[in-house]
C-alpha cells in the first residue's frame, strides 16, 4: 500500500469514528501528495461543510467535478451549496444533469422540480412533482408543492384538490395544508373545513407555529362569513403565537430609516450608455398594497419581461453594511465601483430574462428602502411606488402568515411604525428624486384602470396596449400571495374592507386613518 493510500485509508476510518479534525488532517496528507485525488477532495468537502465553510466546500466539490463531470456526490453537494445561497437556475443545472444520470431516484426529481419552481419554470415543475406525486414519493411536500404550481398556473381547481389530498396523507403538517387553502384567496371555505380547523386547535400537543397557521385559516373563513369581530379576533391570537418567535427589530430599523435619510444623490458618477440595454423597473410599495397587480399589467405588455421578487439588491445593501456602513459606503462609491455591482445584478438577473424584452421588472416591495442604491446604480430605471389606503393595507399585512421576513407585521404597532417608516423614507426619495418616481394610488388604478395604466405606460415610456388593460387573461404564472386576484379583473372590493373591521380594531383604526390622512395629503392633494 502506498503512503498516499494509508492516508486515505486513515482519513476515511476517522472520518466513520466521527473524528473529523483527525480525517481533515489526513486528507489533507492525501492532497499534498496528490492534488487530484478525488476520494480526498470529496472527504474534504463534506468536512468543510460540517464546518459550515461554504467557500471550502465549494472549491472541494468543484475541483472534484472537474475531475469527474458525472460524480454524483460532487453534483449533489454542489445543488445544496446554491440552494443555500438561493441560486435556484445553478442548482437547477445541477438537480437536472443528477437527474439524466438518476432517471429513476424520484428524490432527485422532487429537487428539480422545487427549483424549477423558484426559477418560475412552471411546466418543469409540474412534470418533475407530478411524476413524484404519481409515484407515491415518500415525501407528501410533492403533494403541497404541486398545489403550488397549480395555483401560479391559476387553475384553482387542481389546486384545492391537491391541498385536500396533502391535508390527508400528511395530517402532521395540515396546518400548512389549509392556511394554503385559505391563501387561494378564491376558495370558499367549508363548515367542515372549520370544524376540523377547530378540533386541531382543541389538541395541546401542537406546535406554536402549526396553531398560529391554523388561527390564520380560521380567520379567513370568519372574514368569509362576515364576522369580522371573529375573525380578527383569530388573526390576533395568530399573530400574538408568532410575536415572541420572530421579534421585530424596531430600533435597528428605525436607525436605518434615520442614516438613509442623510442620503444625497451622488450625480458625479457617469454609467456607461451601452450598458444600458434593458431597462429595469421597480415595482416598490408597502407588502399587499397592489404591488403584484402592476407588475402583472405591465408584464402583460409585449416589450417587458417579469422576473421574480429579487434579493439581488436586498444582497448589495448588506455587502455595503458589512463593509463600514450603508449609507456611508453608498456615498462614497466610485464610478468603478457602481459598474462592478450594476454588472453583478445584471448578471443575478440575466438568467430570467429573454433578450427580446426592453424592460425586465424586478418586484420586491421591500426595495423602497434602496431608491438610492438603485438610482446610483440604475440612473435610467423606472421606479413605481404602489401605495393603498393605509388602514386596508394594515388589515392586509395582518392577517397574512408570511413565510420569512416581515416580522413588524405580527402587531399592529410593528405595522404602525414600519408604515409611518415607509412614508417617512419615500418623501425623501421623493425630494430626491421628484419625476423619476411615480406613484401610484392602488384605490385610483382600481376606479379608473385606462387612464392610470395609461399613466404607468407613459411613465416608462412605453406605447399603450390592450392587453395591459385585460392583463388578467394573461397566462403567465404568478407565484406570489396574490396569484388569484390578479387572474380576474380588477373590482372594488378590494377597497374599504377597513369599515368592517372598524369596530374589531378599536383605537388602531384610527391611528391608521390618521396615516391614511396624512399620505393622500402628500402624494393625493
Not at 273 to 278: I, M, Y
Request: proline letters at 3%.
Amino acid at each position: 500500500m502506498s503512503r498516499e493510500e494509508q492516508y486515505l485509508k486513515e482519513a476515511i476510518s476517522f472520518f466513520a469514528s466521527q473524528q473529523f479534525s483527525s480525517s481533515g488532517i489526513y486528507a489533507r496528507k492525501v492532497i499534498r501528495k496528490n492534488p487530484d485525488n478525488l476520494d480526498a477532495l470529496l472527504l474534504l468537502a463534506k468536512l468543510s461543510m460540517r464546518q459550515n465553510d461554504v467557500g471550502e466546500a465549494y472549491k472541494f466539490y468543484s475541483k472534484s467535478l472537474a475531475l469527474s463531470p458525472n460524480c454524483q456526490e460532487s453534483l449533489q453537494g454542489l445543488a445544496s451549496l446554491a440552494e443555500s445561497k438561493e441560486r435556484f437556475f445553478e442548482a437547477f443545472d445541477y438537480y437536472q444533469t443528477l437527474s439524466s444520470l438518476l432517471p429513476s431516484d424520484l428524490g432527485i426529481r422532487f429537487k428539480l422540480g422545487m427549483t424549477a419552481l423558484q426559477n418560475g419554470n412552471v411546466s418543469i415543475a409540474e412534470q418533475s412533482l407530478r411524476e413524484c406525486v404519481d409515484q407515491e414519493f415518500v415525501d407528501k411536500a410533492c403533494l403541497l408543492n404541486l398545489a403550488h404550481v397549480y395555483k401560479a398556473k391559476g387553475d384553482t381547481d387542481k389546486a384545492v384538490q391537491l391541498y385536500h389530498q396533502y391535508i390527508l396523507q400528511a395530517p402532521e403538517h395540515q396546518s400548512t395544508g389549509y392556511w394554503s387553502l385559505a391563501d387561494l384567496k378564491s376558495y370558499q371555505m367549508t363548515e367542515q373545513d372549520r370544524n376540523n380547523i377547530e378540533t386541531y386547535l382543541a389538541a395541546s400537543n401542537i406546535s406554536l407555529a402549526s396553531r398560529s397557521l391554523m388561527l390564520f385559516a380560521l380567520g379567513r373563513f370568519w372574514e368569509q362569513q362576515q364576522e369580522f369581530n371573529k375573525a380578527y379576533q383569530s388573526m390576533t391570537q395568530a399573530n400574538q403565537l408568532l410575536s415572541p418567535a420572530r421579534p421585530f427589530k424596531k430600533e435597528s430599523f428605525l436607525h436605518i430609516i434615520k442614516s438613509l435619510k442623510t442620503y444625497q444623490a451622488n450625480n458625479s458618477i457617469d454609467v456607461a450608455q451601452s450598458n444600458k440595454s434593458q431597462i429595469p423597473i421597480f415595482i416598490v410599495g408597502m407588502p399587499r398594497s397592489g404591488t403584484t397587480l402592476v407588475e402583472q399589467i405591465l408584464a402583460s405588455h409585449s416589450k417587458v419581461q417579469a422576473t421574480d421578487e429579487l434579493p439581488y439588491i436586498e444582497r448589495i445593501a448588506l455587502q455595503l453594511e458589512m463593509s463600514g456602513g450603508y449609507v456611508k459606503n453608498l456615498q462614497a462609491l466610485s464610478t468603478e465601483m457602481v459598474s462592478q455591482m450594476r454588472q453583478s445584478y445584471l448578471k443575478e438577473v440575466e438568467p430570467y430574462l429573454d433578450e427580446k424584452a426592453a424592460y425586465f421588472i424586478d418586484k420586491n416591495p421591500n426595495n423602497f428602502l434602496h431608491i438610492g442604491l438603485i438610482k446610483t446604480l440604475f440612473p435610467e430605471a423606472k421606479i413605481i411606488n404602489v401605495i393603498r389606503h393605509t388602514t386596508d393595507n394594515a388589515i392586509s399585512v395582518f392577517k397574512q402568515h408570511f413565510s420569512r421576513g416581515h416580522d413588524y407585521s405580527y402587531s399592529t404597532e410593528g405595522i404602525e411604525i414600519y408604515w409611518n417608516a415607509y412614508h417617512d423614507i419615500m418623501q425623501h426619495w421623493d425630494r430626491l428624486y421628484g419625476e423619476q418616481l411615480c406613484h401610484v394610488s392602488f384605490e385610483t388604478l382600481v376606479n379608473d384602470p385606462e387612464t392610470q395604466i395609461r399613466r404607468i405606460l407613459d411613465y416608462c415610456s412605453l406605447d399603450f396596449m390592450q392587453e395591459c388593460i385585460d392583463f388578467h387573461q394573461s397566462k403567465r404564472t404568478v407565484l406570489t400571495p396574490s396569484a388569484a386576484q390578479v387572474r380576474r379583473p380588477m373590482n372594488v372590493k378590494a377597497i374599504g374592507m377597513r369599515d368592517k373591521y372598524r369596530q374589531a380594531m378599536g383605537k388602531d383604526y384610527h391611528v391608521f386613518e390618521g396615516i391614511a390622512a396624512k399620505v393622500k395629503q402628500y402624494y393625493f392633494r
